[in-house]
């Protein structure tokens, strides 16, 4: 069974200050996803990340896939109120069809 | 481009009715995945299909759960006799390709009381 750790689990924080969330696992993935998750509402991809070591930015967020393909991290920068929410991130087994395991999520709360 | 649609996004149950769920994929997706977020916890794969196949059901409780996606219409996920832990939100995701990106829709809130 593929598991995915996702830490922190909560996380609160000032407007303006920076963050990371990191998402671990003993898996090697073929792809790893983030999604954000409002309430009510089911997740939104925000980005895709495939080849080891590969960085892909959107706009202040950075995310990053483990050389290794066993781990990865969102990293915001000068985070603003509009970021709140819950971040997931989801893993596409090597071996494991096409089902993704998702992490248990971070909820992030930026106070203006 | 219409995102992918699930219905009803609400549904209360008594304990022993049937839930049905549906879900249209995005246009041109012929995968469809269907997932469950318990309370407090976080999403966990049930069902992966294609039209008229299911591919992998080793997510999906053996018993009163079903699915299928048929040739014309929407994707349904089928719960029996449903029991207060079946409470849940219900998420279904589409992909044009296999190994390739899923796109969820808002889910169904089922409330078994």
């Known amino acids: 069974t593929q598991l995915l750790e996702q830490s922190p689990q909560f996380l609160s924080i000032q407007e303006g200050e920076n963050l990371t969330v990191y998402c671990n696992s003993s898996s090697v993935f073929s792809s790893l996803q983030w999604y954000r998750q409002e309430p009510g509402e089911g997740p939104v991809l925000l980005v895709t990340v495939v080849t080891g070591g590969e960085v892909k930015k959107l706009k202040r967020l950075t995310f990053q896939f483990g050389d290794a393909r066993k781990d990865s991290s969102l990293h915001i920068t000068a985070a603003q109120p509009g970021d709140t929410g819950l971040y997931l991130c989801a893993g596409e087994g090597d071996n494991a069809g096409n089902m993704l395991t998702f992490g248990g999520g971070t909820r992030l709360m930026v106070k203006p | 481009n219409a995102g992918v649609m699930q219905n009803p996004r609400h549904l209360v149950r008594r304990r022993g009715q049937e839930a049905r769920l549906r879900c249209s994929p995005m246009?041109?997706?012929?995968?469809v995945y269907w997932y469950r977020q318990l309370p407090e916890e976080g999403l966990k794969f049930m069902v992966y299909?294609?039209?008229?196949?299911?591919?992998?059901e080793s997510g999906m409780p053996k018993e009163r759960f079903s699915a299928e996606f048929p040739k014309e219409g929407p994707s349904i996920l089928r719960i029996q006799q449903v029991v207060r832990g079946d409470s849940a939100a219900y998420f279904c995701a589409s992909s044009p390709y296999t190994s390739y990106e899923q796109y969820f829709g808002p889910g169904t809130r089922l409330t078994v009381t």
């Open positions: 246009k041109g997706h012929s995968h």
């Open positions: 299909l294609q039209k008229e196949n299911i591919i992998d």
